[in-house]
Each structure stands twice: as C-alpha cells, then as structure tokens.
C-alpha cells in the first residue's frame, strides 16, 4: 500500500468526521488507532497507549493549568480594568491615543494570560465602550481589538506554543523566546498604523478632551501607574525567576499563578464566585489541551512509523519540483485557509504529523517555523467567513457595532499581519536571535 493512499485515507477520514460534528481529540485518535489496527493488527493497540503515557510523562503539560488560573484571576479579578484605566489616563492625550492604549493593554494581557480569549474579551466589555463613548471611529476600533487581542497567542506565556513545543518536541522555553520579537514587532506595526491614520483622520481618534484631562490629578495618574504595573510585575518575576535559573518552567508558572491570586487578595476582590469561576475556566481548557495533545501523538506515531513523510518530500522535491520555500509557502496558505473554519489547536494537531517533520527535512528551523505557524493562525483568527476572532467580537461587541462592521474591521489589520509574516520570513533573526542569545549566555 503506497505512502500517497495512507496519507489520503487518514487526512480524508479525519476531515469527514471532523465535518460530521465529532470532537477534534476523539476524531484524531480514533483514525490513528483505526489506521493503526488495519495496516498492523491487534499488536498495534500498544502505540495510542503509549502516546497516553508520553502525555502524561510530559512535565512541561503542568504549566498550562497555572497559566490559564493566572490569566484569569487576573481578569475575573478586575485587575485587567485598572490596567486600562491606566493606559486611558496616560495616552489619553495623544491623538489616537484610547486606541495606541488598547493596543499596549492587549499585549500586557497577552502576557499574563497565553490565550486570545481574554484579550477579546476585555477589550469588547472595557475597552471597546470606553472608546465608542470617546468619538472614535467604532469600525477602526474594532480591528484594533481584534488583531490586539490575536497577540496572546504569541507573546509568552503562550499556551498554543505550548502545545506546539509538546507536539514537535523542541524546547518551550525556545519557542517563548522567539514569540517576543514578532509579538512586540506586530504590535509597534499596528501602533503605527493607527497613529498616522488618527493624524490624517483626526476624527476617528480624538484626543482626550480638555475638561476630562483637567479631572485627572497627578495623584490619580501615579496611583494608577502603579496599580497597573502590578501585573506586569508579576510577569517580570516569573520570568526573571524562570530565566535565571532559579525556578523551572512548572515552578515559575506555579508563582506566576499564586502571585496572580495574592494580588487579587490585595486589591480586595478574592472572592469565592472570582475563584470558583477561575478554577472552573481553567479546568476546561486544560482538558481540552490535555485530550488534543493525546490523540495528535496517537495520530502521528501511526504516520510517523509508515514513512509516509518522506513520501511525501520525495512527492513535492522531486517528483513535482517545488523549492523548499514553495512548500514552506503552501504550508502557511493552508493553515490560513483551515483557521477559517477551525481553531488554533484544531488545525495544528491535524496537518503536525505531516508538516513538522517535513520542515525539518527540508532544512528550516523548527522554532521559527512555530513562530509562522502561530501568526498564521492570527491571520487566521481575522478572515472570514468564520474566523475565531470575528463571531467572538460579534457576541461580546455593543448592539451598535454589526457584523458588517466587524468584517469591514479586519482588512487593514490583515494584511498589516501579512506583511509581518513576511518580514519574519525574510529575516527569521527576528525570532531566533532572543533563543540564541539565552543560550550563549
């Protein structure tokens, strides 16, 4: 039986069913286990339990659960509306400078929290109504949130490349590093953008209005300065811990996740609803990576162990004549097209047997390859018809701002994200010299 035919009858199996409404993790492993059984016998039942220990025996795993309690302790809390109380009171002033401050308060969330959920939805309840209120342009604010909020994927703590470390084995420590010099470059490419549009349209993002700045003493200004450096702090403690060596991964996160909770505890708003609700949100998504991470290692032994990726190569290089950025090209195209209809993890845990090692025989590095992967699944987040980001901000946004408005949001965000993806690709240094310089220290 040929290479081509295995891959064909695995990948369509999985996309028949996935159309039918199963559960991702259930779909992926019962076609591992199924294609398994078929091309093996009874003896191939050992390989999806073996892929069950690899989960288990893989100790980074622990980190998702803090993280995730971490970020939304903090925003359950109410921390995350001082944070943009802060950026409200201090960029106010500058023209566009509600939305440059929404951009900053989505990279802090980001950053405390490893996931896009939070960032969207504190930055259609806070944000997005603060702004409306204020006189900005509501189609121009919406995309700022939309993309701002894409960048907690990204930025570390990122859970996704987490789940990307776990799924191609490399280090996530590695991979964290590498987030940083695009996530921050993506952000200052949207700062940009909308600051030289708020000076040529200075309607669409007014400043603060004078009698509202004169209410504002320095007092206030500090008190908030320092309220919202509170969970920036913490970052910067759990990292610096990590990054010294001081802590491992799991410890840090493991801080990260009690100082989180202490200063909910000290801003008076630990309550039993905020942690029943945190503890609660944070179970499910660890679940779910959980089970995910399961069935794409029971999918990708089976695959693995046929050879079929270097079929695959021999198909593409030789056989079709593609060059490796052809292919590295098409990789991306398809992960943009899939997040159209599927999420981050979804798509990883589907195309990973087939497209990690094939990058990696075809010389590219890994790391930065996660790197594009992720962003790609931004971009992804923003496309319609049924981008993640697009149905998540049309269920949080006012009653005013319509599904038109939404998708008429995202076009000048999407190809500002196009256009970052292929600064990286065309200087990879971006995200691989913060990597390379760890370790050589």
Same mark, same amino acid.
């Given at each position: 039986m040929s290479s081509e035919f295995i891959t064909l009858f695995m990948f369509g199996t999985m996309m028949v069913l996935l159309f039918t409404g199963q559960?991702?993790?259930?779909?992926?492993?019962?076609?591992?286990?199924?294609?398994?059984?078929?091309?093996?016998?009874?003896?191939?039942?050992?390989? &999806?339990?073996?892929?069950?220990?690899?989960?288990?025996?893989?100790? &980074?795993?622990?980190?998702? &659960?803090?993280?995730?309690?971490?970020?939304?302790?903090?925003?359950?809390?109410?921390?995350?509306?001082?944070?943009?109380?802060?950026?409200?009171?201090?960029?106010?002033?500058?023209?566009?400078?509600?939305?440059?401050?929404?951009?900053?308060?989505?990279v802090l969330i980001a950053a405390l929290n490893g996931l896009s959920v939070a960032g969207m939805a504190i930055g259609a309840t806070i944000a997005l109504p603060q702004l409306l209120r204020h006189g900005y342009d509501k189609v121009m604010v919406t995309g700022v949130i939309q993309a701002g909020s894409s960048l907690g994927i990204l930025i570390p703590p990122s859970v996704v490349l987490v789940l990307f470390a776990m799924i191609a084995r490399q280090p996530v420590l590695d991979l964290w590093l590498a987030g940083v010099g695009p996530g921050l470059l993506m952000a200052v490419v949207f700062g940009i953008y909308v600051y030289i549009?708020?000076?040529?349209? &200075?309607?669409?993002?007014?400043?603060?209005?004078?009698?509202?700045?004169?209410?504002?003493?320095?007092?206030?200004?500090?008190?908030?300065?320092r309220q919202g450096l509170l969970p920036l702090a913490i970052f910067f403690i759990m990292m610096g811990l990590f990054m010294s060596g001081t802590t491992s991964l799991v410890e840090s996160s493991a801080v990260g996740a009690l100082l989180a909770t202490l200063a909910a505890w000290w801003g008076g708003n630990l309550n039993r609803k905020v942690f029943e609700d945190s503890t609660r949100n944070t179970l499910g998504i660890s679940c779910m990576f959980m089970w995910i991470i399961l069935g794409a290692l029971c999918f990708s032994s089976v695959y693995d162990g046929l050879g079929a990726v270097k079929a695959v190569k021999t198909l593409l290089i030789d056989t079709w004549e593609f060059s490796p950025w052809t292919v590295l090209s098409l990789m991306l195209l398809s992960f943009i097209v899939m997040g159209m209809?599927?999420?981050?993890?979804?798509?990883?845990?589907?195309?990973?047997?087939?497209?990690?090692?094939?990058?990696?025989?075809?010389?590219?590095?890994?790391?930065?390859f996660g790197i594009l992967y992720t962003i790609t699944c931004q971009i992804a987040y923003i496309t319609p018809p049924f981008g993640y980001n697009l149905f998540l901000m049309r269920a949080m946004a006012p009653p005013e701002v319509t599904l038109v408005d939404i998708y008429r949001s995202i076009i000048p965000f999407f190809f500002l994200m196009v256009l970052s993806l292929i600064i990286i690709m065309i200087f990879p240094q971006i995200a691989l010299w913060l990597p390379e310089f760890y370790k050589g220290q």
């Amino acid at each position: 039986m040929s290479s081509e035919f295995i891959t064909l009858f695995m990948f369509g199996t999985m996309m028949v069913l996935l159309f039918t409404g199963q559960r991702v993790f259930g779909v992926i492993g019962f076609v591992g286990s199924a294609a398994a059984l078929w091309l093996w016998g009874q003896g191939s039942f050992e390989m &999806p339990f073996n892929a069950s220990f690899q989960v288990l025996n893989w100790y &980074p795993l622990i980190t998702v &659960p803090f993280f995730v309690f971490m970020g939304y302790m903090l925003s359950e809390s109410g921390i995350a509306t001082g944070l943009y109380r802060m950026f409200h009171v201090w960029f106010g002033p500058v023209r566009g400078g509600l939305a440059l401050g929404t951009i900053g308060l989505m990279v802090l969330i980001a950053a405390l929290n490893g996931l896009s959920v939070a960032g969207m939805a504190i930055g259609a309840t806070i944000a997005l109504p603060q702004l409306l209120r204020h006189g900005y342009d509501k189609v121009m604010v919406t995309g700022v949130i939309q993309a701002g909020s894409s960048l907690g994927i990204l930025i570390p703590p990122s859970v996704v490349l987490v789940l990307f470390a776990m799924i191609a084995r490399q280090p996530v420590l590695d991979l964290w590093l590498a987030g940083v010099g695009p996530g921050l470059l993506m952000a200052v490419v949207f700062g940009i953008y909308v600051y030289i549009r708020c000076l040529v349209q &200075p309607d669409i993002g007014p400043a603060l209005p004078a009698e509202e700045r004169a209410q504002i003493t320095r007092a206030e200004k500090y008190r908030l300065l320092r309220q919202g450096l509170l969970p920036l702090a913490i970052f910067f403690i759990m990292m610096g811990l990590f990054m010294s060596g001081t802590t491992s991964l799991v410890e840090s996160s493991a801080v990260g996740a009690l100082l989180a909770t202490l200063a909910a505890w000290w801003g008076g708003n630990l309550n039993r609803k905020v942690f029943e609700d945190s503890t609660r949100n944070t179970l499910g998504i660890s679940c779910m990576f959980m089970w995910i991470i399961l069935g794409a290692l029971c999918f990708s032994s089976v695959y693995d162990g046929l050879g079929a990726v270097k079929a695959v190569k021999t198909l593409l290089i030789d056989t079709w004549e593609f060059s490796p950025w052809t292919v590295l090209s098409l990789m991306l195209l398809s992960f943009i097209v899939m997040g159209m209809f599927l999420d981050d993890t979804a798509m990883l845990v589907i195309v990973a047997p087939l497209y990690i090692p094939l990058v990696k025989s075809l010389g590219f590095n890994p790391i930065w390859f996660g790197i594009l992967y992720t962003i790609t699944c931004q971009i992804a987040y923003i496309t319609p018809p049924f981008g993640y980001n697009l149905f998540l901000m049309r269920a949080m946004a006012p009653p005013e701002v319509t599904l038109v408005d939404i998708y008429r949001s995202i076009i000048p965000f999407f190809f500002l994200m196009v256009l970052s993806l292929i600064i990286i690709m065309i200087f990879p240094q971006i995200a691989l010299w913060l990597p390379e310089f760890y370790k050589g220290q």
